[in-house]
């Protein structure tokens, strides 16, 4: 009986007892350095049940431990028994679908970062136990900004990892992390247009905007966009279903009307953010404009984390579209490419984007998009690239077709993507310099890229983006890289690679990507650039390559706006000195 009184006594002194740093802080050692790490499930500094059941009630029973969807195919999670054959089947056919990852509260679409431990399978029986890998233990599903506020109040004063999550498109493996806590924001979906802006900051844009949720995805935008009277135009990525406030927008984003609009963090009014110490504020030009002009461009999730934004929107255009694939082979198909890729300038130039596709046999583009133009602008504009293709004796097929909208164009023209692929992403940016006097080396340079094949058998595949915002915005002050304004290029390039496979085949295909497929892109461009959302975790001199000029303003704006470190996405802003040890997954900083 006596213990029970004596308890709380001690309990009390307990915490009366002011908590050391280094209890907080886990010291760790790998490869013969000192860190410091967050704290994790089996560390004395995480977090007890009975706080975890006061975050839930803060965000009104929106807590959740994690449980892979994986696992509804596996006998057993966690020592509970999770087979289901129903929602194991809607698990293995939702795999590949982009739509269907961005409704669960977790999992990574390009699976590589996940670690593999808990992938939809056929055989419940099979040896592989379901774990959770490199997925968060618990997820906070939130609803208001409060919640959002919650999550980040806990993981900062718990010193947990904190993960935000909109969509799981990040290549990178960006929304998935090991032992974290994560937020996910999917059902932020308001949107209100307005026809005439007089919000916060710009006073001088007349035009109108949209202010949307964090949650709200490409095409739910584009096509409530086209429901405006007159309809209007949102700058967003290409593909369907990519979160268009979240990652996207704090990377920079491209997409199919970046040359003849600008990029869409060139479009920013304001932001609703909450900050790494709780703080519910506003960025714009006139509220705190120097974490205003980080978040366009410096990063996600590095500043803050994104509640809700508003955008500039722009006129409606007809626009005519092409399509393109080459059937010659051999030297002959490398000489279409070649000819295709060295008219880059000449596409921006006239306000175009252009989507295609590269492999070692097979480019497919998939389309030139003219917006403002009618079908025979289009094919007057690309008259130089028929005719070098005709002249080469190039085998081709092509179509053009017209449309009253871009909207329209967008919907018949686009193909979505699917999901579920593992591989290591990187990418390279050409400007326009390296186009005119390095073309032929680049188109090289993608030969060799593409000749390189994956890891154990697998494939290496270039996904081309022709983008030049400088075309329609020559001058921009924001954080994204200063040579986009000169850019007419954009390559994401893939290796395949298991994600169960080895350690070492892991580090191969690690290598190859770095040191074979993406350094022939960069021998090829010394004027060129990388892309934070599409880019090598392994970039040489990433901060150079992602920001140029622009990073070390980025690194003390981090250093004031998160000095502690609470938001985190590798190759971002002032990371330098964190890793994933011990195989990617405890988050440390280096101390010695
Ligand atoms: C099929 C496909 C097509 C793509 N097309 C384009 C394109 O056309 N143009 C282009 O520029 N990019 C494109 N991308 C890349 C895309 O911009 C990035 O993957 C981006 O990070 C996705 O953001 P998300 O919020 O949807 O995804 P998530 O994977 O959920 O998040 C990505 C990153 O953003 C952070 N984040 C998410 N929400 C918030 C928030 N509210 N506050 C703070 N941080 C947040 C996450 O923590 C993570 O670091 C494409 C990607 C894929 C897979
Ligand atoms: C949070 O509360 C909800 C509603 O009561 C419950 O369903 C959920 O399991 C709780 N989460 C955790 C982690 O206990
Ligand atoms: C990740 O996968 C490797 C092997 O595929 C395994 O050895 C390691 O334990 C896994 N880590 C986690 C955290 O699941
Ligand atoms: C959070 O940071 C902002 C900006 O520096 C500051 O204005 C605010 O007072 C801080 N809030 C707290 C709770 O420390
Ligand atoms: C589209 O082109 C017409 C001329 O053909 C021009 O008047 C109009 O301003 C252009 N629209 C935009 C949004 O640039
Ligand atoms: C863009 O190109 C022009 C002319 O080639 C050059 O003067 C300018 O410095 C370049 N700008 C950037 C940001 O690279």
Redesign the pocket.
Known sequence: MLSLYILPFLLSFLFSTPIEAQDKAPLATWNGRQYRCKCYKTDACWPATAS??EL?TTVN?????VVPPGATCYNTFDGKSTYNQQQCQAANSGWSREDWHAEQQITNMWTFWTNHTCNPTTNRNNAQQCTLGHLPE?VIMAKTAAHIKAGVDFARSNNLRLLIRNTGHDFMGRSTGYGSLAINTHSFKDVKFVSTYTGPGDQEWKGGAVTVGAGIQGRELYKLANQQSPKVVVVGGECPTVGFAGGYIQGGGHGPMASFYGMAADHVLSFDVVLANGTLTTASSTTNPDLFWALKGGGPSTFAAIVSLTVKTFPEVPSAGVTLSIRSTGDLFWKGVTVFHNLANLYVENGMFVYYELSSNSLNVQPFVGPNMTKTRIETVLKPLFDGLKAAGVQYTTSTREFPTFFDLYTAMFQDESAGFSGLVGGRLFTKEDIRTRGDDIVKGYKTAVGAGGAGGGFTAIIGHIVGPGYALPKVDNAIHPSWRNASSFSITMVSVDGAASLSAKATAQNRLTNVVDKALRDASPSGAAYVNEGDLEEPNWQQAYWGSNYPRLLELKKKWDPEGVFYARTTPGTEDWESIEWGSRLCKKVS
């Open positions: 975890w059941n839930n029973g929106n807590l959740f431990k618990f």
